[in-house]
T-cell receptor, first 113, second 113 residues
Framework: EAQVTQNPRYLITVTGKKLTVTCSQN?????MSWYRQDPGLGLRQIYY???????DKGDVPEGYKVSRKEKRNFPLILESPSPNQTSLYFC????????????FGPGTRLTVT | EDQVTQSPEALRLQEGESSSLNCSYT??????LFWYRQDPGKGPEFLFT???AGEEKEKERLKATLTKKESFLHITAPKPEDSATYLC??????????????FGKGTHLIIQP
């Protein structure tokens, strides 16, 4: 089954404790991206990757890191999480960067206390 | 200033009562306009892509249309299972790197039996 998977689905952590949210897709897509979704603000792009080893900032990249060493994986790293990073996070992928729909993962609900 | 505005923010309809959701955008160089459906706690699910003014797409009770400045998602004779948040996303040609991509904040649709 074609899908985007994220782990963990739920995470409660404390301020400053480094964490990684994994994202994997099995559709051989070149483009992958991370979003956060907050009430009243909608979906906002954090980082995106147009291909392996190619990543770039989205609209809200502060406090996040990403890497794309393999085509299928695109982990999101929070080096020192803060409470304002409490949010619902989605990973997405699409065949190419331009003009194609994105396929979203199930989401990771992160709470930073 | 928001580049993508969805209206209304929320809409409550009776089962069978047709209506339309609006997505207006101010970007130039449109690459594509996307409609997604999002159920509570889940990732957005792709519905339609529209590329140029005058284009229309249909799927079951949903029909999406596009003009130069806005898109409509028409819902005909909706059923309770159509209840969800409908998101609009606009992709446009940027000066460099990947295309720009902005999501609207969504319309929360409730269909009452």
């Amino acid at each position: 089954e074609a899908q985007v998977t994220q782990n963990p689905r739920y995470l409660i952590t404390v301020t400053g404790k480094k964490l990684t949210v994994t994202c994997s897709q099995n559709m051989n897509h070149e483009y992958m991206s991370w979003y956060r979704q907050d009430p009243g603000l909608g979906l906002r792009q954090i980082y995106y990757s147009m291909n392996v080893e190619v990543t770039d900032k989205g609209d809200v990249p502060e406090g996040y890191k990403v890497s794309r060493k393999e085509k299928r994986n695109f982990p999101l790293i929070l080096e020192s999480p803060s409470p304002n990073q409490t949010s619902l996070y989605f990973c997405a992928s699409s065949p190419l960067a331009g003009g194609y729909e994105q396929y979203f993962g199930p989401g990771t609900r992160l709470t930073v206390t | 200033e928001d580049q993508v505005t969805q209206s209304p923010e929320a809409l409550r309809l009776q089962e069978g009562e047709s209506s339309s959701l609006n997505c207006s955008y101010t970007v130039s160089g449109l690459r594509g306009l996307f409609w997604y459906r999002q159920d509570p706690g889940k990732g957005p699910e792709f519905l339609f892509t529209l590329y140029s003014a005058g284009e229309e797409k249909e799927k079951e009770r949903l029909k999406a249309t596009l003009t130069k400045k806005e898109s409509f998602l028409h819902i005909t004779a909706p059923k309770p299972e159509d209840s969800a948040t409908y998101l609009c996303a606009v992709q446009w040609v940027s000066g460099g790197g990947a295309d720009g991509l902005t999501f609207g904040k969504g319309t929360h649709l409730i269909i009452q039996p």
